[in-house]
């Protein structure tokens, strides 16, 4: 009796063994986990289709998963009948699909709050599951390096190029962070873009970069049209309520109210492929695998 209970046991063990490996043979062992803060806006949806379009194309016949960061947009989505994954789950929905080589790619802006936390839920997962990739290369934000921020200038204007007349301003609206890292690149890229044009503004919703202090230099300098867009990926909530909103406070109405037109361009990053191909790089390039830290000297 014992042996055929060891016996039906190793019968099982090799049933598991062989339908991952068949998942394995099916994906060729490689695949892409795409992780976003989330949205819970339709409208915002552009942009993600266009960066997994991208990705298809990069990695011809590998599975993407996405993953969402944030726990109160899958909740609120959950409650629509949407079901998206936690990072946790998505790590754990390609070990399933026997991918063993995996590429992750966050959409983060800059290595802020939601990026660290990424990092540290991918180490949780490879601490409770040692071995299951072989390797896992992490992409890192939008934002890390000088290029990346010339690039992703470059794109951003060149996209408002046509719709832009002389002495038009442009705000741009990034997220920010209260606390921790995010808050100081965004303070870069608000000074690299003013460098640049010195009619672009870009100001966060949190951290230091605030938008007080960009109303006083558009009137100082006697600009008549604004066009304000999102410099976050998507255009969701942030980017329709507290950019362009009808609110009293929202920037669109806080610009009008000085007597400035505003024209609104509701386009997530993403949706821009010059931004794209930063990211795409960044997939490529990245040389951060954690499922293989350096081990010291
Ligand atoms: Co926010």
Not at 107 to 128: C, D, P
Not at 141 to 169: F, I, N, T, Y
Not at 253 to 262: F, H, N, W
Request: glycine share 8%; hydrophobic share 45%.
């Amino acid at each position: 009796m014992k042996r055929l209970a060891s016996l039906l046991c190793l019968l099982s063990l090799l049933l598991v063994a062989a339908v991952a490996q068949a998942a394995t043979d099916a994906t060729g062992g490689k695949g892409v986990l795409i992780v976003a803060f989330g949205t819970s806006m339709e409208s915002a949806l552009p942009s993600f289709k266009a960066i997994e379009a991208d990705y298809a194309k990069a990695y011809p016949g590998q599975p993407i998963v996405w993953a969402y960061t944030s726990d109160i947009i899958r909740k609120k989505l959950a409650g629509e009948g949407k079901t998206i994954l936690s990072v946790n789950q998505a790590l754990d929905e390609c070990a399933r699909k026997g991918i063993r080589d995996l590429r992750v790619q966050t959409l983060h802006v800059t290595g802020g709050e939601e990026y660290i936390m990424l990092q540290r839920m991918i180490v949780r997962n490879l601490t409770k599951n040692p071995g299951r990739f072989d390797h896992l290369w992490l992409g890192h934000p939008l934002l890390e390096s000088s290029r990346d921020l010339e690039e992703v200038m470059a794109a951003v204007l060149d996209g408002l190029k046509k719709d832009r007349k002389a002495g038009d301003a442009v705000v741009l609206m990034g997220h920010g962070n209260d606390r921790g890292p995010g808050d100081l690149p965004m303070a870069r890229v608000r000074a690299a873009f003013h460098e640049k044009d010195a009619l672009v503004f870009v100001a966060t919703v949190e951290g230091a970069n605030s938008f007080d202090s960009v109303l006083p230099q558009l009137k100082a300098k006697g600009v008549k049209r604004v066009h304000i867009a999102p410099f976050m990926v998507v255009a969701g909530d942030h980017a329709n309520n507290d950019l362009a909103g009808d609110e009293d406070d929202s920037w669109a109405s806080m610009i009008r109210k000085a007597g400035m037109e505003v024209v609104p361009h509701l386009h997530g990053l993403g949706e821009n492929a010059g931004v794209r191909k930063v990211y795409l790089r960044h997939t490529k390039d990245t040389r951060d695998d954690m499922a293989n830290p350096r081990k010291s000297d």
